[in-house]
Every structure is written in C-alpha cells, then in structure tokens.
C-alpha cells in the first residue's frame, strides 16, 4: 500500500464529501448554469446537461478520485505513482501536470466573478439603508440604473482588480492553513449554512408568481432545441461544474481514507452537484420571470436581470443581499480547491513550506486574473488574432482555453489511463463498484468517455463543423 506523502488528510467521510461538494457546487452551479441554459433554451440543455453528467461526468469523477487516493499526493505525483505500480511508463503523470496548470487559469478568472459577488454583497448591503428593509430593492431607483452597475464595474479597472485580490486573499487564507485545519472548517460551516440560504431562498422565490413559468421552462423539453452548440455547452458545463479535467478532484482523493466508497461517494457529489444546479434554475427564473425579464440574459442573468428582480419583491435588499451571501459561500469553496491543486504540487516539488507554496501560486493568479480585470474587454494582441479565441480579452481567452481544451484533454488522458492503463487488480481494489455496474463503468471509461471527450475537444477547437 502507498504510503501517504501529503502528511495531511480529511478528518472524516463528511469532512472529504463536504469539501468536495463545496468544490464542484459554486458559480458554475448559481451563474454559469442558469445563464447556460437560458442562453441555450432550456429543457434541451438540461436534460443533455444531466446525460453528460451521469455517463461521462460521474465516471471521469470516480477515475479521478481514485487516481488521487491511491496515489496519497500531489496529483502529478499520484498519477506517477498508479503508473509506476502498474508498471507503466511513468509520463503519465504528464496529464495531472495539465490539470494542475488548468486549475491555475481556472483559479485566475474565477477569482475575478468571485470579486463582483463581493461587490452585489455591498451594494445590497448599502441598500439596506437607504431603500430599507421591508420594500423592494434599490427603491424609487430607475431599473436601467440597476442593470447598469454590471457594465460600470467593468468599466472600472481598479476596482475589478480590488475585488479580484480581496476575493484571492480570502481565499489564500484558508487554503494557507491546510486540509484539515482551513479548507475543511470553511467546507463543514459554510456548506451547511449555503443550503439552508438556498433552499429558503427558493422556497419564497417560489411564491413570487413565476415558479410555474420556471418549472416548464427548464424541464419541458423540445428535441429541435437539441443543436450542436446546445450539446457542446451542455458537456462544457457539466465538466466545469463537477470541477474535472483539472487535477482538482484528484487532489481532494489523496486526503481520503482508504475505509471510504470511492464510487458511492462520487455519486452523492455528482448528484448534490447536479441538484443544486436544478434548484439555482428553480431559485432564479421564477424571480426573473416574475418580473417580466426574459431569461436568456446570460452572463447578466443573475448579475443584472436578479438585481433587477428583486426591486419587484418584498424585502428586496434583504433577499438580494442573502443571495449574495450564499453565492459567495458556494464560490469559496470552489476557489480554494482550485488553490489547492497547484498549491499541494508546488510543496511537494519544492519542498517548501504550505504558506510559502500557497503564497507563490496566489501570486501568481494575481497578476493573471489582475490582468483579467484591469484589461476587462480589450482584445489580447496577437492571441485574439487566432480563430479559437476570435476578439477575446485575457478573461474570456482564459475560459477557452480552459474549458474548450484543458479540460477535455485533462479527461480524455484520465479515463484512458484509467481504462487501459493502469492495472485491473489497483483499479478493482479501489473503485468500489461490483458486478454490472462495475463492467458498465469499465465501459464507460475505456470507450464512451474518450470517444465522446474527443468529439468534444475537436468541435470546441474548431466550432465551425457545427455552424456555432
Ligand atoms: N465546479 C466549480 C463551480 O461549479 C468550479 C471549480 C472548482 C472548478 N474547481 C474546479 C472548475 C476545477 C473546473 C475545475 O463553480
């Protein structure tokens, strides 16, 4: 058995399943899958959305977790290590050097929508005061004003890039005090208290009028909705939201017990996952429709259509401020597992201290996601020349390269290391699975995830072949 490098671990079951629900539940979850599939019509993508997740996202989950807690390290050194005892070549671990390089661009603009929920929280709380507690929101305010604080914090270079580093400080701290002291103690108060906001959120979203319209509008499905750029963005969002391809998840596996089901826990991730992506639909459009917006705003969706909602609603500011709250809790707990992955790679290669190794990596994302912000809309010379990055600034040109190639490269590597790489007996010992389900996955990983992840990655690099 391979002993553990890492010198530290989960202190509990809970502990591990918390912190890797609060890894995978964040903005992908609250912003980025309502706005998807608003963007994208709907029902179509929702359901798409839950395939892609159950037969690729749930197995690539499983082979990463595995990968991890077999190796017990960093998840370069964990890959090198399921390599070697299967007597394979050892550059493998080639692959979770992608993830841990993905996880740092990840980090980087993530870092950077981190910073504007920051912002809504105190603008929300400001509004307390002067709009009081009882009416709407931003009362006796024009509601372009309202939509317009989004397009005038862009417009704003210093203070995007303050939100940015106090966002990334925040989320330093923990990761700097380690796995059992910092990132499990956020997970295990913040996750709670996340689904206790969220759900009563929901519940009195749900009274505003619109929950009828939502219900229909997500999960009616309309099989011509179901186009090449729908499925394309549907596979995007479930990787981006069970937080794969990246090494991140794999890094989380190194601190599990070896008493602990991978494959049962996996689930219970994917569909915690999954569930609270559903319900932020359920959360969000009845407030949106009931305010007669339509829901295909995108990215303004909750950050400009919701604001704009809750100046219809009864305790308004409240509401809007206790939204923010809770989507700042879910986005931590994301932010540091992406912290966490290049942080537990740079102190094992370097031998250094975890402050110190947490401290560089941060630095490092300052700059990148500093650049993301201050240079919010300007096109990056030369890269923004290529056709995969068409006119893009550094924010947009970073979640291309993440989610269009990393990932999908990230989770191809995996699950045919996994299929046809690593040996039987060390896969059939760790997975937890038995019988059918065990030969399905199998399957799964070996064939219908590779074959699909390279489909993926083909039309995301050239978008054209489906007329996106
Ligand atoms: N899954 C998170 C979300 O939905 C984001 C995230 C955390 C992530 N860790 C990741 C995305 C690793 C990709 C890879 O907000």
Redesign the pocket.
């Known amino acids: 058995m391979v002993a553990n490098t890492t010198g530290e671990g989960w202190s509990s079951r809970r502990a591990f399943v918390l912190a890797a629900v609060g ?8 912003w ?1 899958f309502p706005a998807e599939a608003g963007a994208n019509g709907g029902g179509a993508f929702v359901m798409f959305y839950l395939l892609c997740v159950l037969l690729i996202g749930l197995p690539v989950l499983l082979s990463e977790v595995l990968i991890g807690r077999h190796g017990q390290s960093n998840a370069p050194e964990s890959v090198r290590r399921v390599a070697a005892e299967s007597g394979k070549s050892t550059r493998w671990a080639f692959l979770a050097d992608i993830g841990v390089l ?2 740092f661009l ?1 980090l980087s603009f ?1 870092c950077v929508v981190g910073g504007w929920v920051l912002y809504y929280i105190g603008v929300f709380l400001s509004d307390i005061f002067t709009s009081g507690l009882i009416g709407g929101a931003f009362e006796g305010r024009d509601p372009a004003e309202v939509e317009a604080l989004l397009p005038n914090l862009f417009g704003n270079g210093a203070l995007m890039l303050g939100l940015h580093v106090a966002f990334l400080a925040i989320t330093l701290y923990f990761v700097a005090r380690g796995v059992s002291g910092g990132i499990e103690w956020v997970a295990t108060w913040l996750m709670p208290a996340f689904f206790i906001l969220f759900v009563a959120i929901t519940i009195y979203g749900s009274f505003t009028g619109g929950f009828e319209e939502a219900v229909s509008y997500l999960f009616t499905v309309n099989f011509s909705a179901l186009t090449g750029p729908v499925m394309l963005a549907a596979v995007g969002q479930a ?8 090494a ?2 794999m890094t989380y596996g190194a601190y599990v017990g070896r008493d602990v089901n991978l494959a049962g826990t996996s689930g219970i991730i994917a569909g915690a ?1 999954s569930a609270v992506a559903l319900l932020a639909g359920l959360c969000i459009f009845p407030i949106v429709f009931a305010a007669g917006l339509e829901a295909n705003a995108g990215p303004g969706l909750m950050f400009q259509s919701l604001p704009r909602a809750f100046q219809d609603i009864p305790f308004g500011s409240v509401i809007g401020l206790l939204f923010f709250v809770m989507v700042f809790f ?2 931590l707990t ?2 540091i ?2 912290l966490e ?1 290049p942080t537990a790679w740079f102190k094992d290669r370097f031998r250094m201290p975890r402050p110190i190794a947490t401290g560089i990596v941060s630095g490092g994302a300052l700059v990148l996601g500093g650049f993301a912000a201050w240079f919010w809309g300007q096109p990056v010379p030369v890269l923004s020349d290529i056709a995969l990055f068409d006119g893009q600034d550094t924010f947009s040109i970073l979640d291309t390269l ?1 989610s269009r190639i990393l ?1 999908p490269v990230g989770a191809i590597l995996t699950s045919l290391f996994v299929g046809w790489v690593a040996s039987r007996r060390l896969i059939d010992s760790e997975n937890g699975l038995s019988g059918g389900l065990h030969h399905f996955w199998l399957f799964l990983v070996r064939w219908a995830c590779p074959l699909a992840l390279i489909v993926i990655l083909i039309v995301g690099i050239f978008p054209s072949i489906i007329g996106e």
């Open positions: 890894s995978a539940v964040g903005l992908g979850n609250m980025r993905g996880a990840v993530y990787f981006f939201s069970l937080s794969l391809g990246v991140g998840m996952d879910a986005a994301s932010s597992s992406l992955a993440t990932m």
